[in-house]
């Protein structure tokens, strides 16, 4: 990798910050490791934010940070002995044994088998085959498009890898320019509908694993893949209502109809041909699975990773599967994973040294927040997080970063609502990457396609990120207190 003249200063910054925590007088109320783990934090935050080297390097070097600097503090049980490199090198390497990577993973397989077979891409074309040729009517197809992928498609830049080509083919035969005003709406319209069914759906976005990782870790708690639909779900459903009025009324395309576009989107399906054996194969396992995630609790026993696993497993299977192990080694992003393991580490240790938890005195419970009333704290702990969500790329560092500060927060508050609930809520908010081009991977995908300006998107992600900040506090009034989860 080419260092830039920003990746340099960047890392120098990160560094420069990374020393002077170290250098601070150790509060208090905050022990040593906590300080260091603190200080780590801190140097991989600027790396995220101004992604100074590659996600998967910045775990390279936390895991070394850690490795070290806690391998020479003293324990947070008994300051009379130290952790060692050794222990160190366990708490840094500790995510990777967390049941939520395995999930991970096997999304990752997932979404190369539907890569591999295309079959994400005929089930596109199958439904916007349906929807007829009016511009509004195939914005509501690219919406239900992204809808469906969801259930089947567990990455959210896959599930975007699979519809903008087809959109981007559909404005090209039309006539239209790469940046006409029918492209824009299309482009916007499938990033802003990834980011809002990550919510809707559990197994949909790998932030959703970093949360629920952590919150097994903290409460001993389990959400099914039904549980979480059932919360996100309606959510999601309103806010795919309020995405098509917004972009129908914000972008005006230049054609209201799109002539023989319903036979043009035929065309395509029909130069796909029949349904090969894998892909036939690929969809009875994608359905089984989808059946058996969404059954988690009522009809077996088995969680979601198992599940996830047994059908990569299957899919992996000479005869009856669709790849080989050679095809997915080269299309799997490892680099995801490792960051995603490392992430979990690095939050796990915030609440293991405390740190989590003095953040959370000096940042929230200072200002009285575990005293006030639950709506309130989500309504500050929600403004709190779309705020600095501008700040970062990856929902899934985001995640990392933040959901042990709401855990810590959590925990020192009341007991009379559902702690996970709470935290649970913050992380639906953790995927609202509707601001900015750069607030997700998806995002600048379609940005790529040159189809749309910044302003653009952001004349889009101002009403939905108030839309869907105002949709939590009402949910978090009503529907999540009725089901139970506050």
């Not at 240790?349 to 006030?372: D, N, P, R, V």
């Amino acid at each position: 990798m080419s260092f830039s003249r920003k990746n340099i200063i960047s890392l120098s910054i990160a560094l420069a910050v990374l020393v002077i925590i170290l250098l601070l007088p150790t509060p208090e109320s905050l022990p040593l490791a906590g300080q260091r783990t603190l200080a780590i934090l801190a140097f991989a935050v600027i790396l995220w934010v101004t992604e100074a080297v590659t996600y998967p390097v910045s775990a390279a070097l936390i895991v070394g940070l850690i490795a070290v600097l806690i391998g020479f503090s003293p324990t947070v049980e008994d300051p009379n002995v130290v952790y060692t490199t050794k222990k160190a090198l366990s708490l840094a390497l500790g995510g990777f044994s967390n049941s939520a990577v395995a999930l991970v993973a096997g999304a990752l397989f997932l979404a190369v088998a539907m890569e591999i077979t295309g079959l994400h891409k005929r089930i596109a074309l199958l439904v916007l085959s349906k929807v007829g040729s009016k511009s509004n009517n195939i914005v509501l197809g690219t919406i239900l498009v992204s809808i469906v992928l969801a259930l089947f498609v567990p990455s959210a830049t896959a599930r975007a890898g699979a519809i903008i080509p087809i959109l981007m083919g559909m404005v090209a035969a039309f006539g239209l320019e790469k940046n006409s005003r029918l492209s824009a709406l299309l482009m916007i319209t499938t990033v802003q509908s990834i980011s809002i069914w990550n919510i809707g759906i559990k197994t949909a976005a790998a932030q959703n694993m970093v949360a629920l990782g952590f919150m097994e870790t903290a409460f001993n708690y389990h959400i099914s893949w039904g549980e979480w639909f059932i919360y996100a779900a309606p959510w999601a459903v309103i806010m795919s209502v309020i995405l098509y009025f917004v972009m129908t009324k914000l972008i005006k395309p230049e054609l209201s109809e799109i002539p023989n576009g319903r036979e043009l989107i035929k065309k395509q399906l029909a130069e796909l041909g029949k349904l090969t054996p894998k892909e036939w194969r690929l969809m009875i396992v994608s359905l089984l699975l989808l059946f058996l995630w969404s059954t988690e609790g009522v009809l077996h026993a088995l969680d979601s990773t198992t599940i996830t696993l047994a059908a990569v497993a299957i899919l992996l299977c000479p005869g009856i599967g669709v790849y080989t192990w050679k095809q997915v080694e080269q299309k799997v992003g490892w680099g995801t994973l490792i960051v995603f393991a490392v992430g979990m580490s690095l939050g796990n240790l915030l609440l293991k040294t405390e740190g989590a938890q003095w953040i959370s005195k000096g940042l929230f419970e200072s200002m009285g927040l575990t005293a006030m009333p639950v709506i309130t704290v989500i309504i500050i702990l929600t403004l709190f997080n779309i705020l600095i969500h501008l700040g970062f790329a990856s929902a899934t560092s985001l995640a990392s970063a933040f959901i042990p500060i709401v855990i810590a927060l959590v925990t020192a508050m009341d007991p009379t609502f559902n702690k996970p609930g709470m935290v649970l809520i913050q992380q639906f908010v953790i995927s609202f990457g509707f601001l900015l081009p750069v607030s997700a991977p998806q995002n600048m995908l379609a940005y790529g396609t040159g189809s749309f300006t910044t302003s653009d998107f952001v004349k889009s992600g101002v009403p939905l990120t108030i839309a869907g900040f105002i949709l939590i506090i009402a949910f978090s009034m009503t529907y999540w207190q009725w089901m139970g989860l506050l």
